[in-house]
T-cell receptor
């Protein structure tokens, strides 16, 4: 079974631009979560989608948004990019939402904001 | 609220020596606990998890962890380190009162000396 895939793997943008990242979960998984990883703040939860509905949201500004499609694929959008948005963005999928379900992570998208 | 503390941001061990990574959590209710490993330029891979039942949990690659409720700890061990164990390790916790959002510790980087 194919793992979680994320595209693109690397992105370079300039301040003020917007960016869209894509995540394809493991087949059959209906929950997709997004995390931001930086050296200073570590791994921080952004949001979770389940059956096309946002179930949970972390403490990030409204510039960060996401959505999930009927095939469970998810996209994350960041508008008006700031230098501090440079990070590794990780997507994880699980069978269901909540509980002890294991989250399986993709390789991440490395975003650099210049 | 729940949080995860990993003692020691860097651990250096000799090949063949014991690996011990410490994790303490704070949660007002019994949590679910996870250990993930991250190799350079990759996503996170689950090593093991504790949900309920047996408090000694065995994972992949020879790792195991013991849930100690009285000490609010979930330390990760491996009897004999291998060069391939060099990576960053993250302890994580979820709990129902936090809507099962996954909270990560700051991570511990393990280096293995030949």
């Amino acid at each position: 079974k194919a793992g979680v895939t994320q595209t693109p793997r690397y992105l370079i943008k300039t301040r003020g631009q917007q960016v869209t990242l894509s995540c394809s979960p493991i087949s059959g998984h209906r929950s997709v979560s997004w995390y931001q990883q930086t050296p200073g703040q570590g791994l921080q939860f952004l949001f979770e989608y389940f059956s096309e509905t946002q179930r949970n949201k972390g403490n990030f500004p409204g510039r960060f948004s996401g959505r999930q499609f009927s095939n469970s694929r998810s996209e994350m959008n960041v508008s008006t990019l700031e230098l501090g948005d440079s990070a590794l963005y990780l997507c994880a999928s699980s069978l269901a939402s909540g509980g002890a379900d294991t989250q399986y992570f993709g390789p991440g998208t490395r975003l650099t904001v210049l | 609220a729940q949080s995860v503390t990993q003692l020691g941001s860097h651990v250096s061990v000799s090949e063949g020596a014991l690996v011990l990574l410490r994790c303490n959590y704070s949660s007002s209710v019994p949590p679910y606990l996870f250990w993930y490993v991250q190799y350079p330029n990759q996503g996170l891979q689950l090593l093991l998890k504790y949900t309920t039942g047996a408090t000694l949990v065995k994972g992949i690659n020879g790792f195991e962890a013991e849930f100690k409720k009285s000490e609010t700890s979930f330390h990760l061990t491996k009897p004999s380190a291998h060069m391939s164990d060099a990576a960053e390790y993250f302890c994580a916790v979820t709990a129902p009162h936090n809507d099962y959002k996954l909270s990560f510790g700051a991570g511990t980087t393990v280096t293995v000396r030949a």
